[in-house]
């Protein structure tokens, strides 16, 4: 999936994308907003790559997606939007 607007691409989010997703993990400011600890760079690792396996099956019940910039800037967000045990809409912002 890849959704491409004037200044924004909502694509499925990468393995390329655990380095991001980590920093929004470890930013003390977005962990006011969240009831676990700070993960590791390889719980990050693992939830992103788990993510990427279930982006591959054919009945999915959620969508992991990154918000990056059109002009290659580095993915500043990330979106969790589903159905059934998830929270829908659950958004983070990197950086």
Do not use: Q
């Not at 099956?57 to 002009?71: C, G, H, K, N, S």
């Not at 500043?76 to 929270?87: C, F």
């Amino acid at each position: 999936m890849r959704l491409v607007g004037p200044r924004v691409v909502l694509r499925e989010l990468e393995l390329s994308d655990v380095g991001d997703v980590f920093g929004i993990y470890s930013n003390d400011r977005v962990l006011t907003f969240r009831s676990r600890d700070k993960p590791t760079r390889e719980e990050v690792r693992s939830m992103v790559g788990d993510g990427v396996d279930r982006a591959g099956r054919e009945a999915r019940l959620e969508y992991f997606v990154a918000i990056t910039f059109v002009d290659d800037r580095p993915a500043s967000a990330r979106l969790r939007a589903g159905r059934g045990t998830t929270r829908p809409g659950t958004a983070g912002r990197w950086g």
